[in-house]
């Protein structure tokens, strides 16, 4: 498992969430095609447009596409989103090794670009509670292990797909698309959905 940062990755964050131990080997057996007698698990990405022209990712893993497509395809049109061809969004989107490192007294920025800058890491920002440290997919590994060294623990570490730019959403503009995301994310098949979104402070607390 070692030797496979994605999947070391999905175990602790779903340890540091106490998610149930058969989940966490069922999810393992899903991984490695374990389970379902060896199933053909494919990692599948649809790309469509949300409420107001926001660009959604759609992460998969299924055994089997056209069920994946059709759910897919009926969790977006009914929610106010398009589908789109391959490529049409996707080329907004970077992939990018992400690290959160949850804020305390002794752990500061300085401390935290001290240890990672050197392993790869392309930019800290400060996300209020907590410390979101990014780099290239590729020094994902190598900016988590630097964290060990310097004895930071992080809450979690995942490549991810990041905007190269963000459509601010009004109050309503929000309250579509996070309804679009959460009918997408109870399917299933889907790992995750990235969106090319920004909600500001003010229509965040509107939200409540």
Not at 8 to 18: L, R, T, Y
Not at 109 to 129: K, M, S
Not at 161 to 166: C, D, E, K, Q, V
């Amino acid at each position: 498992m070692a030797g496979n940062p994605t999947l070391f990755d999905a175990v602790a964050k779903a340890k540091k969430n106490s998610m149930p131990a058969d989940n966490i080997e069922r999810a393992i057996k899903r991984g490695s095609g374990a389970e379902s007698g060896g199933a053909d698990w494919q990692t599948i990405m649809y790309e469509g447009y949300g409420p107001q022209g926001v660009a959604i990712l759609i992460e998969c893993l299924s055994d089997n596409r056209n069920r994946a497509a059709s759910e897919v395809r009926v969790a977006v049109t009914r929610n106010g989103g398009t589908m789109g061809d391959p490529g049409s969004v996707s080329y907004l989107f970077s992939r990018k090794g992400v690290v959160l490192v949850s804020k305390s007294k002794e752990i500061t920025e300085e401390r935290i670009l001290e240890a990672v800058l050197e392993a790869g890491a392309d930019e800290v920002n400060d996300l209020g509670d907590a410390f979101e440290i990014v780099s290239q997919a590729s020094d994902l590994v190598l900016v988590r292990t630097a964290l060990q060294t310097a004895a930071i623990d992080y809450e979690s570490a995942e490549t991810s797909f990041l905007p190269s730019m963000s459509i601010p959403l009004d109050v309503e503009g929000a309250q579509k698309v996070f309804a679009l995301i959460d009918a997408i994310e109870e399917l299933d098949d889907v790992q995750n959905v990235y969106g090319n979104f920004d909600i500001s402070d003010e229509v965040m607390a509107s939200l409540g």
